[in-house]
C-alpha cells in the first residue's frame, strides 16, 4: 500500500485545471444543446409559416367555393321557387306556403283566405298579339297585384293565367276591396302596342 500526499498548492492547481476542462466542457455542451434548440426553432417557424401560408391559400379557397355555393343555391331557390316569367311564386311554393300558413291560422284561430284570380280573354290576346305579347300583358298583371298587396299576403302564379292569393287573418270585406282594386287597376290599365292598345 502506497499513500501519496500533496500539498495544498498542487491541489488548488490541479482543481484549477479541472475546473477549466469542467467549464470548457459545459461550454460545449451548451454550446451545441443552443445550437440546436436554435435550428429547431427556426426550423418550427419557417413551418408555421409554411402552414399559415397553405391555411391562407385554403381560406381563400374556401371562401371562394362557398361565395360560389351560396349564389348556386340562391339560383336554385329561384328556380325551385319563383316563376320565371312573373317573378312571383310558382304553383309549388305558393302552395308550401299557403299550406304554412293554413297551420298557422289553425292553431292561431285565424282567418285564412285564398282568392283566386284568372285573366278573361288571355288566349284570344295570346292568338291575336302572340305569346311575346301574353308574357308582357301576365308581367304587367302581376306588377298591378303586387302593388295591391301587402307583405303578409302569398302571390302565386298556379299555371297560364291562372293566379292565387292567400290572405292571412284579413276579413272578406277587405279582400273584396282588395279584389275590386286589382280588378278596377287592371280594368284601366293599358298596355300600348305599335299599332293599338290592349
Wanted: with cysteine; net charge positive.
Amino acid at each position: 500500500i502506497s499513500l501519496s500526499t500533496t500539498t495544498e498548492r498542487n491541489l488548488i492547481k490541479n482543481s484549477k485545471k479541472t475546473m477549466v476542462i469542467f467549464n470548457l466542457i459545459v461550454f460545449v455542451i451548451m454550446f451545441f444543446i443552443f445550437f440546436f434548440i436554435y435550428k429547431n426553432q427556426s426550423l418550427i417557424n419557417n413551418q408555421n409559416e409554411l402552414l399559415n401560408k397553405r391555411v391562407e391559400r385554403r381560406t381563400k379557397r374556401l371562401r371562394f367555393a362557398y361565395k360560389k355555393i351560396s349564389e348556386k343555391n340562391k339560383e336554385l331557390y329561384t328556380l325551385a321557387n319563383i316563376d320565371s316569367l312573373t317573378k312571383i311564386r310558382n304553383r309549388r311554393s305558393f302552395f308550401i306556403e299557403s299550406e304554412e300558413a293554413l297551420k298557422i291560422a289553425i292553431k292561431k284561430n285565424h282567418n285564412l283566405c285564398v282568392l283566386m284570380i284568372d285573366l278573361d280573354h288571355f288566349k284570344s290576346i295570346n292568338d291575336k298579339h302572340g305569346h311575346a305579347i301574353g308574357d308582357m300583358v301576365l308581367i304587367e298583371f302581376c306588377v298591378i297585384v303586387n302593388l295591391c298587396l301587402d307583405n303578409q299576403a302569398i302571390f302565386g302564379r298556379i299555371g297560364g293565367e291562372e293566379f292565387c292569393i292567400t290572405f292571412f287573418n284579413k276579413d272578406i270585406k277587405e279582400i273584396n276591396d282588395i279584389a275590386e282594386k286589382i280588378r278596377e287597376n287592371c280594368a284601366n290599365k293599358q298596355i300600348l302596342l305599335e299599332k293599338n292598345e290592349i
